[in-house]
Protein backbone atom coordinates (compact mmCIF):
# COMPACT_ATOMS: atom_id res chain seq x y z
CA UNK A 1 0.00 0.00 0.00
CA UNK A 2 2.98 2.40 0.94
CA UNK A 3 6.50 2.18 -0.82
CA UNK A 4 9.10 4.31 -0.01
CA UNK A 5 12.46 3.65 -2.06
CA UNK A 6 15.92 5.48 -0.80
CA UNK A 7 13.99 8.68 0.27
CA UNK A 8 15.81 11.66 0.76
CA UNK A 9 14.69 15.58 1.52
CA UNK A 10 16.54 18.39 2.25
CA UNK A 11 15.97 21.66 3.49
CA UNK A 12 18.88 23.92 2.10
CA UNK A 13 22.16 22.37 3.92
CA UNK A 14 19.80 20.34 6.06
CA UNK A 15 19.45 16.71 5.54
CA UNK A 16 16.45 15.62 7.51
CA UNK A 17 16.10 12.28 5.80
CA UNK A 18 18.94 10.47 4.31
CA UNK A 19 17.61 7.32 2.28
CA UNK A 20 14.79 5.78 4.20
CA UNK A 21 13.12 2.59 2.87
CA UNK A 22 9.67 1.85 4.13
CA UNK A 23 7.22 -0.12 3.14
CA UNK A 24 3.51 -1.11 4.47
CA UNK A 25 1.47 -3.83 3.63
CA UNK A 26 -2.70 -3.01 3.19
CA UNK A 27 -4.63 -2.97 6.82
CA UNK A 28 -1.11 -2.61 8.43
CA UNK A 29 -1.34 -0.16 11.34
CA UNK A 30 2.32 0.64 11.83
CA UNK A 31 3.86 2.84 14.60
CA UNK A 32 6.40 5.09 13.34
CA UNK A 33 8.85 6.16 16.18
CA UNK A 34 11.83 8.09 16.98
CA UNK A 35 13.13 11.22 18.96
CA UNK A 36 12.45 14.55 18.16
CA UNK A 37 14.06 15.82 15.16
CA UNK A 38 14.28 12.58 13.69
CA UNK A 39 12.21 13.17 10.40
CA UNK A 40 9.10 11.65 11.66
CA UNK A 41 6.66 14.34 10.58
CA UNK A 42 8.42 15.38 7.42
CA UNK A 43 8.32 11.84 6.70
CA UNK A 44 4.59 11.80 6.80
CA UNK A 45 4.24 15.39 4.95
CA UNK A 46 6.13 13.70 2.06
CA UNK A 47 3.78 10.63 2.08
CA UNK A 48 0.65 12.77 2.50
CA UNK A 49 2.29 15.26 -0.87
CA UNK A 50 2.35 18.32 0.98
CA UNK A 51 5.84 18.19 0.69
CA UNK A 52 8.34 17.17 -2.46
CA UNK A 53 11.04 14.52 -1.64
CA UNK A 54 14.45 15.76 -2.94
CA UNK A 55 15.40 12.36 -3.91
CA UNK A 56 13.98 8.35 -3.83
CA UNK A 57 10.30 7.03 -5.02
CA UNK A 58 7.48 7.19 -3.08
CA UNK A 59 4.41 5.31 -3.76
CA UNK A 60 0.88 5.33 -2.29
CA UNK A 61 -2.27 3.17 -2.85
CA UNK A 62 -0.63 2.56 -6.79
CA UNK A 63 0.32 6.09 -7.55
CA UNK A 64 3.29 7.47 -7.45
CA UNK A 65 4.38 11.30 -5.83
CA UNK A 66 4.74 13.63 -6.60
CA UNK A 67 3.41 12.85 -10.33
CA UNK A 68 -0.34 11.45 -9.49
CA UNK A 69 -0.41 13.59 -5.80
CA UNK A 70 -4.27 13.81 -7.05
CA UNK A 71 -5.06 10.15 -7.04
CA UNK A 72 -3.19 9.94 -3.77
CA UNK A 73 -4.97 12.61 -1.98
CA UNK A 74 -8.18 11.25 -2.73
CA UNK A 75 -7.47 7.45 -1.31
CA UNK A 76 -5.44 9.60 2.21
CA UNK A 77 -6.38 11.01 5.01
CA UNK A 78 -4.50 12.78 7.58
CA UNK A 79 -4.90 13.79 11.19
CA UNK A 80 -1.85 15.75 12.75
CA UNK A 81 -1.82 17.63 16.37
CA UNK A 82 -3.22 20.88 14.66
CA UNK A 83 -7.06 19.55 13.76
CA UNK A 84 -7.71 21.63 10.20
CA UNK A 85 -10.56 22.85 11.63
CA UNK A 86 -12.36 26.13 11.13
CA UNK A 87 -13.16 27.60 14.32
CA UNK A 88 -16.01 29.88 13.17
CA UNK A 89 -18.13 26.73 11.59
CA UNK A 90 -19.83 24.57 13.63
CA UNK A 91 -19.17 20.56 13.48
CA UNK A 92 -21.16 19.77 10.47
CA UNK A 93 -20.14 23.05 8.11
CA UNK A 94 -17.03 21.64 8.50
CA UNK A 95 -17.40 18.26 7.61
CA UNK A 96 -19.91 19.45 4.97
CA UNK A 97 -16.93 22.00 3.70
CA UNK A 98 -14.36 18.93 3.38
CA UNK A 99 -16.88 16.64 1.84
CA UNK A 100 -17.55 19.02 -1.23
CA UNK A 101 -13.91 19.65 -1.82
CA UNK A 102 -13.80 15.75 -1.64
CA UNK A 103 -16.61 15.87 -4.19
CA UNK A 104 -18.89 13.42 -2.04
CA UNK A 105 -22.29 13.03 -3.39
CA UNK A 106 -24.11 11.71 -0.65
CA UNK A 107 -23.05 14.32 1.55
CA UNK A 108 -25.68 14.68 4.44
CA UNK A 109 -25.99 10.71 5.03
CA UNK A 110 -21.88 10.48 5.25
CA UNK A 111 -21.78 13.86 7.75
CA UNK A 112 -24.10 12.28 9.68
CA UNK A 113 -22.31 8.81 10.02
CA UNK A 114 -19.26 10.37 10.53
CA UNK A 115 -20.78 12.35 13.49
CA UNK A 116 -22.05 9.67 14.95
CA UNK A 117 -19.08 6.86 14.57
CA UNK A 118 -16.82 10.03 16.31
CA UNK A 119 -19.32 10.65 19.48
CA UNK A 120 -20.67 14.11 18.44
CA UNK A 121 -23.97 14.06 16.61
CA UNK A 122 -25.19 16.17 19.56
CA UNK A 123 -23.06 18.78 19.02
CA UNK A 124 -23.07 19.18 15.27
CA UNK A 125 -24.41 22.92 15.17
CA UNK A 126 -21.92 24.08 17.58
CA UNK A 127 -19.01 26.11 16.82
CA UNK A 128 -15.84 24.01 16.39
CA UNK A 129 -14.33 26.93 18.56
CA UNK A 130 -16.18 25.96 21.94
CA UNK A 131 -15.12 22.85 21.57
CA UNK A 132 -12.63 21.22 24.26
CA UNK A 133 -9.10 20.00 22.18
CA UNK A 134 -10.22 16.40 22.72
CA UNK A 135 -13.48 16.84 20.88
CA UNK A 136 -11.71 18.84 18.14
CA UNK A 137 -9.19 15.57 17.68
CA UNK A 138 -12.17 13.23 16.95
CA UNK A 139 -13.70 15.44 14.56
CA UNK A 140 -10.33 16.02 12.68
CA UNK A 141 -10.47 12.32 12.85
CA UNK A 142 -13.65 12.37 11.22
CA UNK A 143 -12.68 14.80 8.55
CA UNK A 144 -9.98 12.56 7.35
CA UNK A 145 -12.16 9.82 6.91
CA UNK A 146 -15.02 11.79 5.65
CA UNK A 147 -14.37 10.16 2.13
CA UNK A 148 -13.53 6.86 3.25
CA UNK A 149 -10.03 6.59 2.38
CA UNK A 150 -8.01 3.48 2.03
CA UNK A 151 -4.33 4.89 3.63
CA UNK A 152 -4.36 6.83 7.18
CA UNK A 153 -1.59 9.07 8.07
CA UNK A 154 -1.52 10.30 11.82
CA UNK A 155 0.96 13.07 13.33
CA UNK A 156 1.20 12.83 17.20
CA UNK A 157 -2.60 12.72 17.25
CA UNK A 158 -2.22 12.62 21.21
CA UNK A 159 -0.44 15.77 21.72
CA UNK A 160 -2.17 18.18 24.31
CA UNK A 161 -4.88 15.58 25.37
CA UNK A 162 -5.69 14.85 28.84
CA UNK A 163 -6.49 11.40 29.91
CA UNK A 164 -10.17 11.13 29.38
CA UNK A 165 -9.83 12.56 25.47
CA UNK A 166 -6.52 9.99 25.15
CA UNK A 167 -8.84 7.43 25.76
CA UNK A 168 -11.81 8.25 23.40
CA UNK A 169 -9.09 8.88 20.76
CA UNK A 170 -8.19 5.56 21.45
CA UNK A 171 -11.60 3.87 20.89
CA UNK A 172 -11.89 6.19 17.50
CA UNK A 173 -8.62 5.13 16.38
CA UNK A 174 -8.97 1.41 16.61
CA UNK A 175 -12.49 1.20 15.06
CA UNK A 176 -10.69 3.74 12.13
CA UNK A 177 -8.19 0.66 11.85
CA UNK A 178 -10.77 -1.78 12.27
CA UNK A 179 -12.46 -0.64 9.14
CA UNK A 180 -9.32 -2.19 7.03
CA UNK A 181 -7.52 1.02 6.58
CA UNK A 182 -3.90 1.15 6.23
CA UNK A 183 -2.45 3.13 9.29
CA UNK A 184 0.68 5.07 9.79
CA UNK A 185 1.40 6.70 13.16
CA UNK A 186 3.84 8.63 14.32
CA UNK A 187 4.15 9.11 18.24
CA UNK A 188 6.04 9.40 21.23
CA UNK A 189 3.97 8.19 23.90
CA UNK A 190 5.31 3.88 22.96
CA UNK A 191 2.60 2.17 25.67
CA UNK A 192 -0.21 3.94 23.58
CA UNK A 193 1.53 2.67 20.21
CA UNK A 194 2.46 -0.86 21.65
CA UNK A 195 -1.42 -0.92 22.08
CA UNK A 196 -2.78 -0.12 18.84
CA UNK A 197 -0.13 -0.90 16.25
CA UNK A 198 0.35 -4.03 14.47
CA UNK A 199 4.41 -2.97 14.03
CA UNK A 200 6.53 -0.67 14.50
CA UNK A 201 9.54 1.44 12.81
CA UNK A 202 12.28 3.49 14.25
CA UNK A 203 12.94 6.58 12.57
CA UNK A 204 16.50 7.56 13.84
CA UNK A 205 18.97 10.40 12.21
CA UNK A 206 16.80 10.39 9.10
CA UNK A 207 16.74 6.61 8.59
CA UNK A 208 14.93 3.89 9.65
CA UNK A 209 17.13 2.57 12.65
CA UNK A 210 14.89 -0.96 13.39
CA UNK A 211 11.46 -2.48 12.28
CA UNK A 212 9.35 -5.06 14.46
CA UNK A 213 6.46 -6.52 14.13
CA UNK A 214 3.86 -6.80 17.51
CA UNK A 215 4.44 -10.73 17.47
CA UNK A 216 7.70 -10.20 17.52
CA UNK A 217 8.61 -8.26 20.15
CA UNK A 218 9.64 -10.92 22.79
CA UNK A 219 7.50 -10.10 25.99
CA UNK A 220 6.07 -7.07 24.06
CA UNK A 221 8.76 -5.08 25.27
CA UNK A 222 8.72 -2.04 22.86
CA UNK A 223 10.89 0.32 24.92
CA UNK A 224 13.95 -2.35 24.90
CA UNK A 225 13.39 -2.45 21.79
CA UNK A 226 13.30 1.51 21.26
CA UNK A 227 16.49 2.42 23.29
CA UNK A 228 18.35 -0.28 21.34
CA UNK A 229 17.53 1.15 17.95
CA UNK A 230 18.20 4.38 18.67
CA UNK A 231 21.65 3.20 20.63
CA UNK A 232 22.69 1.01 17.77
CA UNK B 1 -7.76 -12.13 12.92
CA UNK B 2 -4.75 -11.74 10.44
CA UNK B 3 -7.28 -13.03 7.83
CA UNK B 4 -10.34 -10.79 9.03
CA UNK B 5 -7.73 -7.79 9.00
CA UNK B 6 -6.78 -9.11 5.17
CA UNK B 7 -10.39 -8.92 4.64
CA UNK B 8 -11.48 -5.66 5.78
CA UNK B 9 -8.21 -4.22 4.04
CA UNK B 10 -9.47 -5.27 0.90
CA UNK B 11 -13.34 -4.07 1.51
CA UNK B 12 -11.66 -0.08 1.88
CA UNK B 13 -9.76 -1.16 -1.38
CA UNK B 14 -13.01 -2.19 -3.03
CA UNK B 15 -14.88 0.66 -1.61
CA UNK B 16 -15.67 3.51 -4.39
CA UNK B 17 -12.87 5.75 -4.43
CA UNK B 18 -15.18 9.58 -4.45
CA UNK B 19 -15.15 11.24 -7.66
CA UNK B 20 -12.27 13.88 -8.47
CA UNK B 21 -14.19 16.94 -7.37
CA UNK B 22 -15.06 19.52 -10.18
CA UNK B 23 -12.82 22.37 -10.03
CA UNK B 24 -15.53 25.20 -9.78
CA UNK B 25 -17.35 23.31 -7.06
CA UNK B 26 -14.48 23.29 -5.15
CA UNK B 27 -13.68 26.99 -5.72
CA UNK B 28 -17.05 27.80 -4.68
CA UNK B 29 -16.96 25.80 -1.63
CA UNK B 30 -13.67 27.57 -0.34
CA UNK B 31 -15.31 30.88 -1.07
CA UNK B 32 -18.65 30.19 0.53
CA UNK B 33 -16.70 28.78 3.79
CA UNK B 34 -14.90 31.92 3.72
CA UNK B 35 -17.94 34.25 3.82
CA UNK B 36 -20.08 31.82 5.92
CA UNK B 37 -16.96 31.89 8.46
CA UNK B 38 -16.65 35.68 8.34
CA UNK B 39 -20.78 36.21 8.48
CA UNK B 40 -20.65 34.74 12.03
CA UNK B 41 -17.01 35.98 13.58
CA UNK B 42 -17.65 39.36 11.58
CA UNK B 43 -13.72 39.94 12.62
CA UNK B 44 -12.46 40.53 9.00
CA UNK B 45 -14.80 42.81 7.74
CA UNK B 46 -15.66 44.86 10.83
CA UNK B 47 -11.49 45.28 11.15
CA UNK B 48 -11.54 46.76 7.47
CA UNK B 49 -14.85 48.83 7.93
CA UNK B 50 -13.10 50.61 10.83
CA UNK B 51 -10.46 51.15 9.17
CA UNK B 52 -11.46 52.41 6.04
CA UNK B 53 -13.26 55.25 8.24
CA UNK B 54 -11.15 56.12 9.94
CA UNK B 55 -8.66 57.18 6.89
CA UNK B 56 -11.72 58.71 5.56
CA UNK B 57 -12.25 60.91 8.27
CA UNK B 58 -8.51 61.87 8.50
CA UNK B 59 -8.19 62.55 5.33
CA UNK B 60 -11.18 64.52 5.52
CA UNK B 61 -9.72 66.57 8.18
CA UNK B 62 -6.38 66.94 6.70
CA UNK B 63 -7.48 68.33 2.88
CA UNK B 64 -9.58 70.98 4.13
CA UNK B 65 -9.49 72.21 0.62
CA UNK B 66 -11.53 74.04 -2.06
CA UNK B 67 -14.63 71.60 -3.37
CA UNK B 68 -13.18 71.88 -6.59
CA UNK B 69 -9.48 70.32 -5.41
CA UNK B 70 -11.57 67.79 -2.68
CA UNK B 71 -12.40 66.66 -5.86
CA UNK B 72 -9.55 66.34 -8.02
CA UNK B 73 -8.24 64.49 -4.86
CA UNK B 74 -11.12 62.19 -4.55
CA UNK B 75 -9.82 58.84 -6.67
CA UNK B 76 -6.06 59.02 -4.74
CA UNK B 77 -8.19 59.20 -1.36
CA UNK B 78 -10.36 56.07 -2.49
CA UNK B 79 -7.92 53.99 -4.38
CA UNK B 80 -5.58 54.45 -0.67
CA UNK B 81 -8.23 53.68 1.31
CA UNK B 82 -9.25 50.52 -0.46
CA UNK B 83 -5.69 49.37 -0.96
CA UNK B 84 -5.23 49.59 2.95
CA UNK B 85 -7.84 48.56 4.17
CA UNK B 86 -7.75 44.81 1.24
CA UNK B 87 -4.28 45.13 2.47
CA UNK B 88 -5.84 44.12 6.27
CA UNK B 89 -8.49 41.68 4.68
CA UNK B 90 -5.78 40.14 2.66
CA UNK B 91 -3.28 39.31 5.61
CA UNK B 92 -6.60 38.22 7.72
CA UNK B 93 -7.96 35.95 5.70
CA UNK B 94 -4.97 33.74 4.82
CA UNK B 95 -3.61 34.00 8.41
CA UNK B 96 -7.29 31.71 9.37
CA UNK B 97 -5.62 29.50 7.31
CA UNK B 98 -2.26 29.08 8.49
CA UNK B 99 -3.11 29.53 12.08
CA UNK B 100 -5.09 26.37 12.63
CA UNK B 101 -3.32 24.27 10.19
CA UNK B 102 -6.02 25.10 7.67
CA UNK B 103 -3.87 25.20 4.45
CA UNK B 104 -2.58 21.70 4.84
CA UNK B 105 -6.51 20.46 5.23
CA UNK B 106 -7.03 22.93 1.60
CA UNK B 107 -4.07 21.30 0.49
CA UNK B 108 -4.63 17.83 1.15
CA UNK B 109 -8.32 17.96 -0.96
CA UNK B 110 -7.96 16.55 -4.43
CA UNK B 111 -8.48 19.29 -6.49
CA UNK B 112 -6.73 21.44 -8.67
CA UNK B 113 -4.90 23.88 -6.42
CA UNK B 114 -5.57 27.01 -8.28
CA UNK B 115 -9.05 26.31 -7.61
CA UNK B 116 -8.47 27.28 -3.68
CA UNK B 117 -6.80 30.09 -5.19
CA UNK B 118 -9.94 31.01 -7.21
CA UNK B 119 -11.87 30.44 -3.57
CA UNK B 120 -9.82 33.12 -2.17
CA UNK B 121 -9.70 35.33 -4.29
CA UNK B 122 -13.55 35.41 -4.71
CA UNK B 123 -13.98 35.96 -0.92
CA UNK B 124 -11.31 38.69 -0.65
CA UNK B 125 -12.85 40.34 -3.61
CA UNK B 126 -16.67 40.19 -2.09
CA UNK B 127 -14.91 41.40 1.66
CA UNK B 128 -13.41 44.42 -0.21
CA UNK B 129 -16.56 45.29 -2.50
CA UNK B 130 -18.29 45.14 0.63
CA UNK B 131 -15.97 47.81 2.50
CA UNK B 132 -16.09 49.84 -0.97
CA UNK B 133 -19.86 49.83 -0.58
CA UNK B 134 -20.12 50.99 2.95
CA UNK B 135 -16.97 53.91 2.21
CA UNK B 136 -18.49 55.45 -0.63
CA UNK B 137 -21.68 56.82 0.34
CA UNK B 138 -20.14 57.76 3.58
CA UNK B 139 -17.13 59.60 1.51
CA UNK B 140 -19.97 61.11 -0.73
CA UNK B 141 -21.76 62.80 2.06
CA UNK B 142 -18.34 64.41 4.10
CA UNK B 143 -16.84 65.29 0.32
CA UNK B 144 -19.58 66.43 -1.13
CA UNK B 145 -19.66 64.32 -4.53
CA UNK B 146 -21.91 61.77 -6.11
CA UNK B 147 -19.50 58.57 -6.42
CA UNK B 148 -22.49 56.55 -7.80
CA UNK B 149 -21.74 56.63 -11.86
CA UNK B 150 -21.41 53.62 -13.49
CA UNK B 151 -18.30 54.27 -15.11
CA UNK B 152 -16.26 54.59 -11.71
CA UNK B 153 -18.00 51.32 -10.13
CA UNK B 154 -16.89 49.39 -13.07
CA UNK B 155 -13.14 51.13 -12.61
CA UNK B 156 -13.74 49.78 -8.46
CA UNK B 157 -14.83 46.37 -9.66
CA UNK B 158 -11.93 45.96 -12.46
CA UNK B 159 -9.13 47.44 -9.71
CA UNK B 160 -10.56 45.57 -7.15
CA UNK B 161 -10.22 42.49 -8.78
CA UNK B 162 -6.41 43.11 -10.04
CA UNK B 163 -5.90 43.63 -6.25
CA UNK B 164 -7.28 40.92 -4.51
CA UNK B 165 -5.93 38.88 -7.45
CA UNK B 166 -2.56 39.30 -6.98
CA UNK B 167 -2.68 40.67 -3.41
CA UNK B 168 -4.32 37.16 -2.44
CA UNK B 169 -1.00 34.91 -4.49
CA UNK B 170 1.18 37.51 -2.28
CA UNK B 171 -0.31 36.95 1.06
CA UNK B 172 -0.37 33.16 0.04
CA UNK B 173 3.72 33.78 0.62
CA UNK B 174 4.16 36.07 3.07
CA UNK B 175 1.67 33.93 5.64
CA UNK B 176 4.17 31.28 6.02
CA UNK B 177 6.67 33.83 7.16
CA UNK B 178 7.31 35.28 10.76
CA UNK B 179 6.83 38.89 8.87
CA UNK B 180 3.75 38.44 7.61
CA UNK B 181 2.26 41.72 8.89
CA UNK B 182 4.74 44.15 8.03
CA UNK B 183 6.03 41.96 4.33
CA UNK B 184 2.29 41.58 2.94
CA UNK B 185 2.45 45.56 2.01
CA UNK B 186 6.21 45.87 1.36
CA UNK B 187 5.53 43.33 -1.15
CA UNK B 188 2.24 43.90 -2.49
CA UNK B 189 2.49 47.85 -3.11
CA UNK B 190 4.92 47.63 -5.38
CA UNK B 191 3.40 45.07 -7.62
CA UNK B 192 0.10 46.95 -7.59
CA UNK B 193 1.47 50.54 -8.61
CA UNK B 194 0.33 49.32 -11.88
CA UNK B 195 -3.40 48.51 -11.00
CA UNK B 196 -3.42 51.62 -8.25
CA UNK B 197 -2.05 54.41 -10.63
CA UNK B 198 -4.40 52.76 -13.62
CA UNK B 199 -7.71 52.72 -11.59
CA UNK B 200 -6.66 56.31 -9.62
CA UNK B 201 -6.55 57.58 -13.46
CA UNK B 202 -9.54 56.05 -15.20
CA UNK B 203 -11.64 56.98 -11.59
CA UNK B 204 -10.14 60.84 -12.04
CA UNK B 205 -11.54 60.23 -15.44
CA UNK B 206 -14.97 59.38 -14.69
CA UNK B 207 -15.36 61.85 -11.96
CA UNK B 208 -13.88 64.75 -14.11
CA UNK B 209 -16.26 64.06 -16.54
CA UNK B 210 -13.32 63.47 -18.97
CA UNK B 211 -13.96 62.19 -22.96
CA UNK B 212 -14.24 58.17 -22.53
CA UNK B 213 -11.07 58.25 -25.17
CA UNK B 214 -8.99 59.64 -22.45
CA UNK B 215 -10.00 56.90 -19.82
CA UNK B 216 -9.61 54.01 -22.33
CA UNK B 217 -5.62 53.80 -21.82
CA UNK B 218 -6.07 53.41 -18.37
CA UNK B 219 -9.28 51.40 -18.36
CA UNK B 220 -7.51 48.89 -20.66
CA UNK B 221 -4.02 48.27 -18.73
CA UNK B 222 -6.57 47.64 -15.78
CA UNK B 223 -7.74 45.33 -17.62
CA UNK B 224 -4.80 43.73 -19.02
CA UNK B 225 -3.41 43.63 -15.28
CA UNK B 226 -6.42 41.72 -14.07
CA UNK B 227 -6.15 39.47 -16.99
CA UNK B 228 -2.13 38.63 -16.86
CA UNK B 229 -1.95 38.36 -12.97
CA UNK B 230 -4.63 35.34 -12.75
CA UNK B 231 -3.39 33.79 -15.50
CA UNK B 232 0.25 34.34 -13.45
CA UNK B 233 -1.37 33.05 -10.62
CA UNK B 234 -3.30 30.07 -12.03
CA UNK B 235 0.05 28.99 -13.37
CA UNK B 236 2.10 28.91 -10.09
CA UNK B 237 -0.23 29.10 -6.85
CA UNK B 238 1.02 24.90 -7.16
CA UNK B 239 4.34 26.35 -6.86
CA UNK B 240 3.64 28.97 -3.74
CA UNK B 241 2.46 26.43 -1.22
CA UNK B 242 4.61 23.74 -2.15
CA UNK B 243 7.15 23.00 0.32
Known amino acids: MIIVKKLVKRFGLKVVLRGVDFEVQPGEFVALLGPNGAGKTTFL ?34 VSHQPLLYGDLTAEENLRFYARMYGLANREARITEILGMVGLENRRSDLVREFSRGMQQRLAIGRAVIHDPEVMLFDEPYTGLDQDASSMLDDVLKNVAAQGRTVVMTSHDLARAEDLATRFDILSRGVIAA ?9 GNLLDFYRKALAG | MAVKTQKAAAAVQNASVPASPNFFKAMLAVARKDLTAELRSRELLSAMLVFSMLVILIFNFALELEPDIRRKVTAGVLWATFAFAGTLGLNRSMAIEKDRGCMDGLLLAPVDRSAIYFGKVISNLVFMLIVEIVVLPMYGVLYGVNLFQPGLLGVILLGSIGYTAVGTLISTMTVQTRMRDVLLPILLFPIAIPVLLAAVKASNGFLSGAEFSEILAPLNLLIVYDVIFIAIAFMVFDFVVEE
Not at chain 1, 60 to 71: F, T
Request: proline share 5%; glycine share 12%.
Open chain 1, 211 to 219: SAAQKDLQG
Open chain 1, 45 to 78: RILASLSRPSMGGVSVAGYQLPNQAAQVRARLGV
